[in-house]
T-cell receptor
């Protein structure tokens, strides 16, 4: 059974640009969540989607957005990139019920220059 | 300005010894807890979870203990191996509905040969 797949794995963007990251959850998983990991702040929750609806959102500015498609695949977008957005962006998936095990992908490494 | 990285607690143990990694969680309403292992350049890997109606749960070479009175979680790894070297995170789930994890700062475990 394939795990959580994230693309691209590595990317470099210029300040002011935007970026879109993609995530394919484990087959059958309908909940997809996103986390940002930085050396300074650790792992922080961005948002979670279930059945194409955002169920919860972390404390990030509106430049960070996401969506989920009918096949449960998800994308997150960061607009007007800032240097501080450089981070590992992690996608995680789980079955629909709260408390089900959450599995992470390998992440997308974003560097903003 | 210059960002300050998180100062990760570190634990060094000899190969073959047992290790105990501790975690204090913040929210007394949290009812689901997970331990993750993260190797360099990879996403967090699920190790073991425990719900608040349990005090102890065992897996293969790992045991998680939960003390709700003092809001403390621990991960015991038996007969540590070089492959156990990684950063270990505890995570708690709180709030209604959404699958949202709040992560601890992590502990870096180093296995000495």
């Amino acid at each position: 059974k394939a795990g959580v797949t994230q693309t691209p794995r590595y990317l470099i963007k210029t300040r002011g640009q935007q970026v879109t990251l993609s995530c394919s959850p484990i087959s059958g998983h309908r909940s997809v969540s996103w986390y940002q990991q930085t050396p300074g702040q650790g792992l922080q929750f961005l948002f979670e989607y279930f059945s194409e609806t955002q169920r919860n959102k972390g404390n990030f500015p509106g430049r960070f957005s996401g969506r989920q498609f009918s096949n449960s695949r998800s994308e997150m977008n960061v607009s007007t990139l800032e240097l501080g957005d450089s981070a590992l962006y992690l996608c995680a998936s789980s079955l629909s019920v709260r408390g089900n095990t959450i599995y992470f992908g390998e992440g997308s490494w974003l560097t903003v220059v | 300005g210059e960002s300050v990285g998180l100062h990760l607690p570190t634990l060094s143990v000899q190969e073959g010894d047992n290790s105990i990694i501790n975690c204090a969680y913040s929210n007394s309403a949290s009812d689901y807890f997970i331990w993750y292992k993260q190797e360099s350049g990879k996403g967090p890997q699920f190790i073991i979870d425990i719900r608040s109606n349990m005090d102890k749960r065992q897996g293969q070479r790992v045991t998680v203990l939960l003390n709700k009175t003092v809001k403390h979680l621990s991960l015991q790894i038996a007969a540590t191996q070089p492959g156990d070297s990684a950063v270990y995170f505890c995570a708690e789930m709180s709030g209604q509905g959404a699958q949202k994890l709040v992560f601890g700062q992590g502990t870096r475990l180093t296995i000495n040969p």
